[in-house]
């Protein structure tokens, strides 16, 4: 009995033997673990410190970045929103542009036809030179004739003139001075100044005459031997007559006294034409040319009329296609301005978020830094390893 309680008195030993050596294993193994968390908590802390001024650095260059990026925001926004004020300006300066592109197109075709037609006179005119050329040659020899002709017949001007007053002259004294009774007439009605007829006084003989008439009527009805003693028909028959021949005579000694000069001045004409057609006839070479240049020059132009019209049609075409691409010009530039305007309002958050974080740092860099010296503090027990 005795023994059996020593035996039970020892096992009752045995328990807090037990008991304290699972305690004790517990324990190491707890500070094993705890020694390797601690090196693990140590290792992260220090990577994380490392860390922190990066971050630091990061977020000021964030917030520079986000400030730079919103004022191009802002800027490319005021600009669109210029753009997009401006856009009903473009639009009726692209229609002003059609309408000049179409006025221009519509100038060219005329200006074209014109030159065409123009070209066409230059051709006709230029095949007409030779005619021209031969033709002012012919002028010219003509009017140098015509010229001499005219000299040759001014130099003899005066014989013809003398020539034309004698025949005059016979016609008076067969009319009148180898009359008696004319002649008698005329002294007795002249008081005795006009004794004879002549081509000088021819003038006052027909002023006489016809001043007189009435007396010449009576003397011609007057009986003989103081008159002809003719009947009124006969009288005025005859008083015509003698009118008549008279101022025939006086417009013959007119044209007789005037023909020297007449003669003269158209000599002198014809010299002047005949000099003009010999200049003529020397710049009738350069009228040539000329004519050959201009010819040249407009058949170029006329062959480029065709490029020239086409070209203008093409660019009122081009000008009324993109004329009618302005309403989707317009609807692009109004959904960029509305963009860009809500990019716009979202600026201002995103410079306050970036700035918040910015300011944000320097308190997380605090509490890193007293993470760390956490753990330092932790890591300054030394575990069982």
């Not at 305690?23 to 992260?44: C, H, N, Q, R, W």
């Not at 639009?91 to 542009?97: H, I, P, S, Y």
């Not at 005329?110 to 230029?126: H, N, P, R, S």
Request: glycine share 12%; aromatic share 4%.
């Amino acid at each position: 009995m005795e023994n059996e309680v020593k035996k039970s008195a020892g096992k009752v030993w045995l328990i807090p033997t037990i008991v304290a050596a699972v305690l004790l294993i517990g324990l190491v193994v707890f500070m094993v673990i705890m020694g390797k968390g601690t090196s693990a908590l140590a290792d992260g802390t220090v990577t994380l410190s490392e860390a922190v001024a990066p971050m630091q650095d990061g977020t000021a260059q964030l917030s520079e970045g986000v400030d730079a990026y919103t004022d191009g925001v802002d800027q490319v926004a005021d600009g669109i929103e210029q753009l997009n004020e401006n856009v009903p300006a473009l639009a009726d300066g692209v229609q002003q542009l059609q309408d000049g592109s179409a006025s221009l197109r519509d100038g060219v075709k005329a200006y074209t036809e014109g030159t065409d037609k123009v070209a066409d006179g230059i051709a006709q005119l230029q095949g007409n030179v030779p005619a021209l050329v031969d033709g002012v040659a012919k002028l010219d020899a003509g009017a140098a004739q015509v010229a001499g002709g005219l000299t040759a017949l001014n130099t003899g001007s005066d014989a013809i003139a003398k020539m034309m007053l004698a025949g005059i002259q016979a016609n008076l004294d067969a009319v009148a001075n180898n009359n008696p009774q004319v002649l008698g007439l005329l002294t007795q009605l002249s008081e005795g100044k006009i004794t004879k007829v002549t081509t000088a006084n021819i003038g006052d003989v027909v002023t006489l005459f016809v001043a007189k008439k009435d007396d010449i009527l009576a003397a011609f009805k007057a009986p003989a031997p103081y008159g002809m003693g003719l009947t009124e028909e006969v009288a005025q028959k005859k008083y015509a007559e003698y009118a008549a021949a008279l101022g025939a005579a006086q417009q013959g000694v007119v044209t007789a006294n005037a023909l020297p000069g007449q003669i003269g001045a158209l000599a002198g004409g014809a010299q002047g034409v005949s000099d003009g057609l010999k200049g003529l006839n020397g710049m009738i070479p350069s009228l040539s040319s000329g004519i050959k240049q201009l010819y040249d020059g407009t058949q170029e132009l006329k062959k480029n009329s065709k490029a020239l019209r086409d070209g203008a049609s093409q660019l009122a075409d081009g000008v009324a296609k993109l004329n009618g691409s302005v309403p989707t010009l317009t609807d692009g530039i109004g959904k960029l301005f509305d963009g860009s305007q809500q990019l716009k309002e979202n600026s201002q958050a995103l410079r306050d978020g970036a700035s918040q974080l910015k300011d944000a740092a320097p308190a997380l860099i605090d509490g890193i830094g007293q993470l760390v010296d956490g753990a330092k503090k932790v890591n300054g027990f030394t575990p069982i390893h």
